[in-house]
């Protein structure tokens, strides 16, 4: 992991750099929230990587075992972003017996096994003490993730995307919000077009992550990952994971695209980029039609019972029956406590997060030329799971 280390240390550099040569292009210009963020946050913020890269070289030193755990038959819930892969995730991770998966805690303060056991140690501490850091740590995420909570519930405890383990090695898609310029982190949204070392390298990070995870967990259970933005990555994640699982999400292109766009709207204040929200539509129009592309690619020539594929608005309607068939087509146990979690499931309540595709200038036209063909092989897959229940199709 050492040359994902110095590269990763290059462009933490070369993007502080870069945010004073770019500032003129007007996608960060150099304004008062954008210099408290690149002089007072985002050092904090690469501290706290070199923090973890410490974390990483004591886990070579003290738990070497950790190299040794298999990973066997992950599930990867992946697709396009704001199609529900957040439910499908903490539904099925509800079954802690047969998945572990990622919190929110350990996904950002604790990538490590060194640092997951110094946050676990903490925590009790703070227990013996009626939980006041618990307290304080609630109130803080509250106030941090404000409306974005009603988009994404943000919790510390909760399920959590396990892309967050690669914001140390660079390889966080969501560093894109705060530079915008940078060819590196856009192409992490269209992965199979990034070289195949740095493909490799990102991949062995992530491969290292879910070993440690899964170190010293009793039962031997199986990794449970949800990630939107590695939609583009799937066809790496199989030939690295041949006994893997595909659970993939997909929306109507133009809603999508919309409910991406709206929920990008308060990263965008916070990082100080694209204030005028003229290039973020642009950009995400192109990850959003690269990725409808390749999953629908990915989906006709993966295996049969190693995918299947869900549409939104028909696991809105009837999301027991459609996980219920999911889980029969990959083979994946139905437990107890997962047959309790389906049976608790209803329809969804209305969502508060309103958003309109005309509001960052497209037409539903434009869309459904762009990606409406792509979206359509998608429908039409052998994988794609349909209810009965309903008229869908």
């Not at 290039?279 to 989906?299: C, D, K, M, S, V």
Request: hydrophobic share 40%; charged share 20%; glycine share 8%.
């Amino acid at each position: 992991m050492l040359g994902v280390f110095i590269r990763s240390m290059g462009l933490h550099l070369k993007w502080f750099g870069q945010s004073f040569v770019q500032s003129s292009s007007g996608l960060a210009p150099l304004n008062g929230r954008r210099l408290v963020f690149l002089f007072f946050a985002y050092p904090a913020f690469v501290a706290a990587q070199l923090l973890h890269w410490l974390g990483h070289l004591l886990d070579e030193i003290c738990f070497p075992g950790y190299r040794k755990v298999e990973v066997k038959a992950p599930v990867f819930i992946t697709g396009i972003p704001r199609s529900g892969t957040t439910f499908v995730h903490r539904t099925l991770a509800a079954d802690d017996q047969q998945f572990t998966t990622v919190s929110t805690w350990e996904a950002i303060l604790a990538p490590s096994i060194t640092e997951r056991k110094l946050v676990l140690t903490f925590t009790t501490i703070d227990r013996w003490f009626g939980h006041p850091i618990k307290r304080l740590s609630r109130v803080v995420t509250r106030r941090l993730s404000g409306d974005f909570d009603d988009i994404h519930e943000v919790n510390l405890s909760a399920a959590e995307e396990d892309y967050l383990w690669l914001l140390p090695a660079g390889g966080c898609f969501i560093m894109l919000l705060a530079f915008p310029f940078s060819p590196w982190l856009k192409q992490l949204g269209m992965f199979d077009r990034m070289e195949a070392s740095a493909r490799n390298g990102l991949l062995r990070t992530y491969h290292r992550c879910i070993q440690k995870h899964l170190y010293n967990k009793k039962g031997n259970p199986r990794f449970l990952s949800k990630n939107a933005a590695f939609g583009s990555w799937a066809g790496d994640l199989l030939q690295k994971y041949p006994d893997a699982k595909f659970i993939i999400c997909v929306r109507d292109p133009l809603s999508a695209l919309s409910s991406q766009l709206s929920s990008l709207q308060g990263a965008r204040a916070i990082f100080g980029t694209d204030p005028h929200g003229t290039h973020t539509p642009a950009l995400f129009r192109e990850i959003f039609a690269h990725n409808y592309l390749g999953l629908g690619q990915f989906l006709e020539t993966c295996p049969p019972q190693t995918a299947v594929c869900l549409n939104q608005s028909e696991l809105r309607a009837a999301s027991a029956e459609l996980l219920a068939a999911s889980l029969r087509h990959l083979d994946i146990e139905r437990t107890p406590a997962l047959a309790a979690e389906l049976d608790k499931l209803k329809t969804p309540t209305t969502s508060k997060h309103c958003h309109q595709a005309a509001d960052f200038g497209f037409e539903k036209t434009e869309i459904e030329d762009c990606m409406g063909p792509a979206f359509g092989v998608i429908l039409n897959s052998g994988h794609r799971i349909k209810p009965r229940s309903t008229g869908h199709s």
